[in-house]
């Protein structure tokens, strides 16, 4: 059941956290895509590591260099993902190989699940390694990255059973006890398997998605315009005050942008008006932040069109140095 598309499995792998996570902040180490040690994918399930390291919001990723280039008497990658210190407000996700890495070494530990006793495990089992000391317990954003990053794991290379997530302690033949909670204690990786089989995916921020989908980059854009426009008293000033020609043609489809916009809005507000959150006031909450966002644009278009027409109004008086002046 293993899956060998090492490039398209990672990709899947990411998506899914994303659908389960949206805040999830997802790096990417250049070369990613060939990286490895040599070996064919053959993934059917994950390994959760520590790095031993100590890190902090402040230096959250200190074996970045060691996970890509290896370390005496191991030679890198030694995981296909990573995860540096985070907050459960912005957690991070690090991609450093899609192809096979040095992590899990040989399988046969006290307790393999369904994943296959074998001398050769690397292909077999994706690695995430948690970089923090292990002899503490992971930051609250950490643990929420392993929890999505299992139940993505599972889902894409391991047929949807969680089972196939396992701790480098579980599966190790040579004593390793990560993922830790305090020195020489591993965490509960039965209570950690079912907590990250029960997640549910976060429900999306109307809010940021209106931000995402450039509804505020047009108005800044189209404010922008408004601007410049004003500067602009005779066609000299075209030069003269805003360093370069300036294109009235932008403003006078301006109006048009600002329909696009409002149809983001709506679309945005229609959105939201279809989430089933679980919970019902924060759902309400939300549709009222985008109901003031849309009268907020409402007010804004008028601006623009007001704006749009003195431009237009001097166009027509001042004329355009190309064609002259607009009868």
């Given at each position: 059941m293993g899956r060998r598309d090492a490039v398209q499995v990672i990709l899947e792998v990411v998506a899914e956290c994303r659908?389960?996570?949206?805040?999830?902040?997802?790096?990417?180490?250049?070369?990613?895509?060939?990286r490895g040690?040599?070996?064919?994918?053959?993934?059917?399930?994950?390994?959760?590591?520590?790095?031993?390291?100590?890190?902090s919001l402040t230096r959250p990723f200190p074996t970045q260099t060691i996970l890509r280039d290896g370390r005496v008497g191991l030679?890198?990658?030694?995981?296909?993902?990573?995860?540096?210190?985070?907050?459960?407000?912005?957690p991070r996700l690090h991609v450093m190989s899609a192809n096979p890495a040095n992590h899990a070494g040989a399988s046969g530990g006290k307790s393999m699940g369904p994943l296959p006793v074998t001398s050769l495990f690397n292909p077999r089992v994706l690695g995430l390694e948690i970089d923090y000391a292990g002899s503490v317990p992971m930051l609250a954003g950490q643990l929420r990255v392993a929890h999505v990053w299992a139940k993505a794991a599972a889902k894409v290379v391991g047929g949807g059973d969680i089972n196939r997530v396992r701790a480098h302690a579980e599966t190790s033949v040579t004593g390793k006890w990560d993922v830790g909670y305090a020195n020489g204690k591993t965490y509960d990786m039965a209570a950690f398997r079912r907590d990250a089989a029960n997640l549910t995916a976060t429900p999306p921020d109307p809010l940021g998605e209106i931000i995402d989908m450039a509804w505020y980059r047009d108005r800044e854009d189209f404010e922008n315009m408004m601007n410049r426009a004003a500067m602009c008293r005779t066609p000299a000033d075209r030069v003269s005050k805003t360093g370069g020609d300036w294109p009235y043609d932008r403003i006078a489809n301006a109006e048009a942008h600002a329909r696009a916009a409002a149809q983001t809005a709506a679309e945005v507000k229609a959105a939201v008006a279809k989430l089933s959150a679980p919970a019902p006031a924060a759902a309400a909450a939300d549709a009222a932040t985008v109901?003031?966002?849309?009268?907020?644009?409402?007010?804004?278009?008028?601006?623009?069109?007001?704006?749009?027409?003195?431009?237009?109004?001097?166009?027509?008086?001042?004329?355009?140095?190309?064609?002259?002046?607009v009868s």
């Open positions: 659908r389960l996570e949206p805040r999830l902040i997802v790096s990417y180490e250049p070369g990613w895509e060939t040690n040599g070996t064919s994918a053959n993934y059917e399930g994950g390994i959760v590591h520590h790095t031993a390291s100590a890190s030679s890198g990658p030694l995981c296909n993902f990573a995860g540096p210190a985070c907050t459960v407000d912005a109901a003031a966002a849309l009268a907020q644009d409402r007010e804004f278009i008028a601006a623009l069109a007001e704006a749009t027409a003195i431009a237009m109004d001097r166009r027509a008086r001042d004329g355009d140095p190309a064609t002259g002046p």
